[in-house]
């Protein structure tokens, strides 16, 4: 067949003559990886309350995940795109949180499920053991689903603009927030608190508040006296 004389000057010259069209796409590697990298984003398993059911839902055939190439949920770190963050994350949780979120390989995405993975939602304000969201703990979040919880279209409406995202902008390094620092004494502040919620429960006493300058530092805990009273609460 003839080549048209605007395809002459091309190294594909050859290409046109053996499979007869007079068009070549003209692309780079790179959009054909973020293409790729978009249509198959596998998601972390970490369900951590009620938007978990919603998340296992939006698996299920009903609405059927995999066809947008979202359907393999993966329990291991390393194997996984996009870690989806469905529920209440707990102080002592933060930490192994980011331990799997520095397991996950590069180029890596959050997608933070539910008020309570954005903002700390219902529990936070009432709760000493709530973080106050997923960016908290220093990670990254590329697309908030707002909820509560929120559907399973609304999910998969957030995978669709994660993975657009992807096949826009393709791998773009993110600058950190400030990294949440977890107190060296996180979880003794905690037994110290439920210990004092136990005894005024059995005397029937309001439980005392304790003061903090910074999330998980208590100023005002005084060692209790060999004869085991408290000396910040004498009926105790």
Not at 11 to 28: S, V
Request: aromatic fraction near 6%; glycine fraction near 10%; charged fraction near 20%.
């Amino acid at each position: 067949m003839a080549v048209e004389p605007k395809n002459q000057k091309y190294p594909g010259e050859k290409f046109i003559q053996n499979f007869g069209t007079g068009e070549l796409i003209m692309t780079k590697a790179e959009d054909l990886f973020n293409w790729a990298k978009g249509s198959s984003i596998w998601p972390l398993t970490f369900g951590l309350s009620c938007c978990a059911i919603e998340m296992m839902a939006t698996g299920a055939s009903k609405f059927d995940i995999d066809r947008l190439g979202s359907g393999v949920f993966r329990a291991s770190p390393r194997q996984c795109d996009v870690m989806i963050v469905a529920g209440t994350i707990c102080v002592k949780m933060g930490e192994c949180m980011k331990k799997l979120y520095a397991q996950m390989p590069e180029p890596k995405y959050v997608i933070a499920m539910g008020n309570c993975a954005i903002g700390g939602g219902i529990f936070y304000h009432d709760t000493y053991s709530v973080v106050q969201g997923t960016e908290q703990l220093g990670i990254p979040v590329d697309v908030h689903v707002v909820g509560c919880p929120p559907r399973p279209e609304g999910l998969m409406h957030g995978i669709l603009q994660l993975k657009k995202k992807i096949q826009e902008r393709g791998q773009q390094k993110v600058d950190l927030p400030e990294k949440f620092v977890m107190p060296e004494n996180a979880l003794g502040l905690m037994q110290e608190q439920l210990k004092i919620a136990e005894q005024s429960i059995k005397n029937g006493t309001p439980r005392p508040t304790i003061e903090q300058d910074q999330p998980g530092h208590c100023q005002n805990i005084q060692p209790k006296k060999p004869d085991g009273s408290d000396p910040d609460n004498p009926n105790i």
